[in-house]
């Protein structure tokens, strides 16, 4: 009778069933969709795990009256604590991207900047409606909800997870799944956005081949663009700080030992551990709400109001400059790289099988990366101590 009392049968709930459920749809997707599967196959086990009745893997620890540590809590638990918690693991994953990235398009064509600031433009339409249906009653999110939220609409799953944990933990598992899901369904939700707002004659336009940008501009940039940064927004600091030092170490050339650990098992170590912590806080508690409902359905008004955005900014160029660009590398500022970016040019060839649009809609694509890092500095900035 004490083995029966003691087993997950005998406890599990409805709630915990359905989380079970979800994070077998995560890995489905994951594995036979193939929806960024590096993110999606370890937040949909840890939610898994985080969800077994009894088993103990996302316990807290019990403290005595003094505060000393009586007994231990669950492995997810110290995982989120001690990387996501402290903000850590996105850190490093950032480094990792930056090592990752090529930033020669954008200095090539640094107009392309004003594309990836644009698409940021989801992100603070998003914080307004968040906070509007708040106080219509509709939903109950906070001001620091609301900037969690809004965040999605950059499409960079690390630094959404890292404003998350800042500002608002609870949501931490509803923000880092609708912004890895949407990051995954680019090329589902992008292109009948771009096809909209576009004519086949703007899809058409091809654009002139970019420029050799020099090593000592590749060197340059990073840490122009952290010093300027980190003086007029410390709070953006870490996020960028750690994409320049990796972009640094790419571009200095005389470290490859550690830009290859970077790039690849260290990235990749961070990222397992990162999964299965934001799938430590989708317990049924915490997720089964109508607010993780109105987190998903504003995410992804975010990320499409992103997708316009830098589509008509693109446009407005155009209308104000000799040298054209093609609309549709204004949707890769979302920042949801490389993928925006291969979305940009798949629709563009589509249009005209000589236009190669890639190595341009990068440009934009990268600014989206230190757009979306600036907007969660100036969200931290402004509501973090609200």
């Not at 509007?132 to 009653?137: I, M, N």
């Not at 109001?305 to 008509?312: D, R």
């Not at 925006?340 to 694509?365: D, I, Q, S, Y």
Request: with cysteine; hydrophobic share 55%; aromatic share 6%.
């Amino acid at each position: 009778m004490s083995l029966w009392a003691n087993s997950g049968l005998a406890q599990i709930e409805q709630g915990q069933v359905i989380m079970m459920a979800v994070g077998l749809g995560l890995l489905f997707l994951a594995i036979n969709k193939g929806f960024e599967p590096l993110l999606l196959v370890p937040i949909g086990f840890g939610t898994i795990l985080a969800n077994i009745p009894g088993a103990g893997f996302d316990a807290v620890p019990v403290y005595d009256q003094l505060g000393n540590m009586q007994s231990p809590g669950g492995l997810l638990y110290y995982i989120y604590h001690v990387g996501i918690e402290t903000g850590l693991f996105p850190l490093v994953i950032f480094m990792g991207v930056g090592a990752m990235t090529d930033f020669g398009p954008l200095l090539a064509n640094p107009k392309t900047l004003l594309l990836g600031a644009a698409a940021q433009v989801g992100i603070f339409s998003t914080v307004l409606g968040a906070v509007t249906l708040s106080y219509f009653g509709i939903l109950d999110f906070s001001i620091q909800d609301a900037a969690s939220i809004g965040i999605i609409g950059g499409a960079d799953g690390p630094t959404a997870i890292f404003v998350t944990s800042k500002l608002s933990p609870d949501l931490l598992g509803a923000v880092a799944v609708a912004a890895y899901s949407y990051m995954a369904l680019v090329p589902i939700i992008q292109p009948p956005i771009m096809r909209a707002l576009t004519t086949p004659q703007e899809r058409a336009i091809e654009m002139v081949q970019l420029r050799v940008v020099s090593k000592s501009e590749r060197i340059i940039f990073p840490l122009t663009l952290l010093v300027l940064v980190a003086m007029l927004l410390p709070d953006a600091a870490p996020l960028l700080g750690m994409f320049c030092f990796g972009n640094l170490m790419r571009e200095c050339g005389v470290v490859n030992r550690l830009t290859d650990t970077t790039q690849n098992a260290l990235i990749n170590i961070v990222t397992i551990f990162l999964g299965l912590g934001v799938g430590s806080k989708m317990s049924a508690e915490k997720f089964l709400n109508v607010e993780t409902m109105g987190i998903l359905a504003l995410g992804a008004i975010a990320f499409c109001i992103g997708t316009a955005s830098g589509v008509l900014m693109a446009k407005l160029m155009n209308s104000l400059s000799r040298q054209k660009v093609n609309p549709l590398i204004g949707a890769a500022g979302v920042s949801a790289v490389p993928m925006a970016a291969r979305v940009a040019n798949k629709v563009g060839l589509e249009a005209n099988p000589h236009n190669f649009l890639l190595m341009h809609a990068m440009g934009p694509n990268v600014a989206g990366v230190i757009g979306s890092a600036v907007a969660a500095g100036v969200m931290i900035t402004l509501v973090g101590n609200m």
